[in-house]
């Protein structure tokens, strides 16, 4: 199979789990009763579609949570002029919790649905500090990150379901690169700020846009590359627990989304100002 650039695909157990998939499903030409019989009776030890939408779905309204308390919780700090550093370092730690949770999430066996939700709600925490903090300099801009990650979604779906978007190994390879590279030149530059003070504005300036566009561009390379996965587990017959799995690496991507077009929106604006 070929390499997926979101990790929690490329991991050695989404690997041993596709082909324990294809070997169970590994049998003789069944006779034309047989296939009748196959297809009439319900088989709810195999993942599907469905199971990973509900995933995604549940996952979803956990960060949407996570997400309007840091949002509600920056709006009454500022409303009533109080210094919002300390909610600032309660988000830090929550996105660094959620960070560590999602790298033992990835590399377990099996998604742990406790591991995922609470993987939820603390990046939901963390994306709604962020969000609320970036609101307050440019009113406005989280409703447009979440409609502009909805059209990125919708238009990567369609993409992908009209065949015109299919990525290759190559491809994936170039990208996973570029995406650590990306991830480690924030990071770098957070490091840089927080001990030194010194650190380059990445949601401003031209600086802010060519991340911006280049990150929303990996987000939506991401998602087609998750689809691919998922379906490929799906026709493998994954065990019907994977869709954890399946749902969490699709929540990352959009996760990554957001918060790019946040970037981008923030670049857009100050520019415009």
């Known amino acids: 199979m070929a390499?997926?650039?979101?990790?929690?695909?490329?991991?050695?157990?989404?690997?041993?789990?596709?082909?324990?998939?294809?070997?169970?499903?590994?049998?003789?030409?069944?006779?034309?009763?047989?296939?009748?019989?196959?297809?009439?009776?319900?088989?709810?030890?195999?993942?599907?579609?469905?199971d990973v939408l509900n995933r995604v779905l549940l996952m979803g309204a956990v960060v949407l949570v996570g997400g309007l308390a840091g949002w509600f919780a920056v709006n009454s700090m500022v409303a009533n002029g109080r210094d919002i550093n300390v909610l600032w370092g309660l988000a830090s730690g929550a996105g660094i919790a959620a960070?560590?949770?999602?790298?033992?999430?990835?590399?377990?066996?099996?998604?742990?649905?406790?591991?995922?939700?609470?993987?939820?709600?603390?990046?939901?925490?963390?994306?709604?500090?962020v969000s609320g903090v970036l609101d307050v300099v440019y009113p406005g801009i989280a409703l447009q990150a979440v409609l502009g990650t909805g059209i990125v979604f919708a238009v990567t779906v369609f993409a992908f379901r009209s065949g015109r978007f299919r990525t290759t190994p190559k491809s994936r390879r170039v990208v996973t690169i570029a995406g650590f590279a990306f991830v480690g030149f924030l990071l770098v530059n957070g490091l840089l700020g927080f001990f030194t003070g010194h650190?380059?504005?990445?949601?401003?300036?031209?600086?802010?846009?060519?991340?911006?566009?280049?990150?929303?561009?990996?987000?939506?390379?991401?998602?087609?590359?998750?689809?691919?996965?998922?379906?490929r587990a799906v026709h493998s017959g994954a065990p019907k627990s994977f869709a954890w799995r399946c749902g969490f690496g699709l929540v990352l991507s959009i996760v990554w989304i957001y918060v790019e077009m946040l970037r981008l929106i923030a670049a857009l604006r100050s520019l415009a100002d």
């Open 3 to 50: 390499r997926n650039s979101n990790p929690v695909f490329t991991s050695a157990t989404f690997q041993q789990q596709l082909k324990a998939g294809a070997a169970a499903n590994a049998f003789e030409t069944p006779s034309a009763q047989s296939l009748q019989d196959m297809y009439a009776a319900p088989n709810p030890a195999r993942m599907t579609m469905n």
């Open 199 to 231: 650190a380059l504005d990445t949601y401003s300036g031209w600086i802010g846009l060519a991340l911006g566009i280049v990150g929303v561009g990996m987000g939506a390379f991401f998602l087609v590359s998750d689809f691919e996965d998922i379906q």
């Open 99 to 129: 960070l560590v949770i999602g790298l033992v999430n990835q590399f377990k066996r099996e998604a742990s649905p406790v591991l995922s939700l609470l993987y939820s709600v603390l990046e939901g925490f963390l994306l709604g500090t």
